[in-house]
């Protein structure tokens, strides 16, 4: 199957640093989406991205499907920042999301 | 309701017994999905449902998972005789379409906490 990687696992920031996480795909997909779990558990949908850049604020995000791989940019980082991202991807028979490991980030005041 | 609704948000119980999970969707969305977070872990894929169409039960991890959608909305994951190993967080997803690749932007409810003792 389809396997989906992340790095880094965790990462470290002070307040106001920028950082960029990435997402590594063995296969062509349908579908990508980045995700901000909070430290309560809560999964937050910060981008459905399967190909081209989009920006949200703070947060931007590339998607390379050509080269499988996926980059998710957090800039002037903030304490609410903090939490696990994960990238989802579908594939192209559509039948469900695989997710990445995550990367845990920790934005220090 | 506005989001995907999951109840209940914790669960303790004896190893051995059965426990049912019920996830709400966001009213409308056809695409249904369960995944398991173990602590620190990512997200397993457990199960999803589209519409009419018979469910992927492709990620179940034994035959004392089964989960069920009725009329195409409220759905129940059933987890029989449970064991330690099962002691993890539940999550439920909804999406609008999913044979619609631009609307199919997964939602997720709080998960519930299942504690097997």
């Known amino acids: 199957g389809i396997q989906v990687e992340q790095s880094p696992p965790d990462l470290i920031l002070q307040e106001g640093a920028n950082s960029t996480l990435r997402c590594n795909f063995s296969?062509?997909?349908?579908?990508l989406q980045w995700f901000h779990q909070n430290p309560w558990g809560q999964l937050i949908n910060l981008f459905y991205?399967?190909?081209g850049t989009k920006q949200n604020g703070r947060l931007s995000a590339t998607t390379v499907a050509t080269e499988r791989y996926s980059l998710l940019y957090i800039s002037s980082s903030q304490t609410t920042d903090s939490g696990v991202y994960f990238c989802?991807?579908?594939?192209?028979?559509?039948?469900?999301?695989?997710f990445g490991p995550g990367t845990r980030l920790s934005v220090l005041p | 309701g506005a989001g995907v609704s999951q109840s209940p948000s914790n669960k303790v119980t004896e190893k051995g017994k059965d426990v049912e999970l019920r996830c709400d969707p966001i009213?409308?969305?056809?695409?249904l999905y369960w995944y398991r977070q173990s602590l620190g872990q990512g997200l397993e894929f457990l199960i999803y449902?589209?519409?009419?169409?018979?469910?992927?039960k492709s990620g179940l991890p034994s035959d004392r998972f089964s989960a069920e959608r009725t009329g195409g909305s409220v759905s129940t994951l059933t987890i029989q005789r449970t064991q330690q190993e099962d002691s993890a967080v539940y999550l439920c997803?909804?999406?609008?379409?999913?044979?619609?690749?631009?609307?199919?932007?997964?939602?997720f409810g709080a998960g519930t906490r299942l504690s097997v003792l």
């Open positions: 449902f589209q519409g009419n169409s018979a469910p992927d």
């Open positions: 009213s409308g969305h056809t695409a």
């Open positions: 991205i399967p190909s």
């Open positions: 997803a909804s999406s609008l379409d999913q044979t619609v690749l631009a609307k199919n932007i997964q939602y």
């Open positions: 989802a991807v579908e594939r192209p028979s559509g039948q469900n999301f695989v």
């Open positions: 296969d062509s997909v349908n579908n």
